[in-house]
T-cell receptor
Framework: DQQVKQNSPSLSVQEGRISILNCDYT??????FLWYKKYPAEGPTFLIS?????DKNEDGRFTVFLNKSAKHLSLHIVPSQPGDSAVYFC???????????????FGKGTLLTVNP | NAGVTQTPKFRILKIGQSMTLQCTQD?????MYWYRQDPGMGLKLIYY???????DKGEVPNGYNVSRSTTEDFPLRLELAAPSQTSVYFC???????????????FGSGTRLTVV
């Protein structure tokens, strides 16, 4: 049972336009969400995160929106650049579980291609 | 600052062989993780550790073993390699949840393993 779903395996956009990557989750206990970016032959790198107490977090060209009622989050990249071409993973965790560690549950990823 | 280092980068094993995937971090992270990524799939947690001497199973632990004798090292052992273990393996480290950090993992660059 997939708790974090990225239903679009791929997305193609033109340079300078907006890229919107979507993610849905089923576990209502998740309270912290992260986006990772992965280039071929490299490990994923942390991009941006958002706590469930917020509905938006912005970092430069990257903005993550969270809609808790819909159990949906999205990553917006504006403007998109060719160097943004990569696989983007959505991840979720229960940060306030009371334990001393946390585990991330990942989606399958979306391959973003930004065309010059 | 090397971060999280994985060796080897590539390996081909024959069915039934054994090997150890090495992972070393110099970030003084208490928490370390092993994930595998199959084509078109997200990252699935194999094992994790919250500190030296403490390990626990993740989502897909069968066929693997781990140890954590030091904070820096978290090797993953495959005892009897099977074709189903063909995958890309990622090691990651993270700070404690109360450290004030963004809770993002730092990943290694991965080990691509093929079992034939």
């Amino acid at each position: 049972d997939q708790q974090v779903k990225q239903n679009s395996p791929s997305l193609s956009v033109q340079e300078g336009r907006i890229s919107i990557l979507n993610c849905d989750y089923t576990n209502s206990m998740f309270d912290y969400f992260l986006w990772y970016k992965k280039y071929p032959a490299e490990g994923p790198t942390f991009l941006i995160s958002i706590s469930s107490i917020k509905d938006k977090n912005e970092d430069g060209r990257f903005t993550v929106f969270l809609n808790k009622s819909a159990k949906h989050l999205s990553l917006h990249i504006v403007p998109s650049q060719p160097g943004d071409s990569a696989v983007y993973f959505c991840a979720a965790t229960i940060k306030n579980s009371g334990g001393s560690n946390y585990k991330l549950t990942f989606g399958k990823g979306t391959l973003l291609t930004v065309n010059p | 600052n090397a971060g999280v280092t994985q060796t080897p980068k590539f390996r081909i094993l024959k069915i039934g062989q054994s090997m150890t995937l090495q992972c070393t971090q110099d970030m003084n992270h208490n928490y370390m993780y092993w994930y595998r990524q199959d084509p078109g799939m997200g990252l699935k947690l194999i094992y994790y550790s919250v500190g030296a001497g403490i390990t626990d199973k993740g989502e897909v632990p069968n066929g693997y073993n781990v140890s954590r004798s030091t904070t820096e090292d978290f090797p993953l052992r495959l005892e009897l390699a099977a074709p189903s273990q063909t995958s890309v393996y990622f090691c990651a480290g993270s700070p404690p949840r109360n450290s004030g950090a963004n809770y993002g993992y730092t990943f290694g660059s991965g080990t691509r393993l093929t079992v034939v």
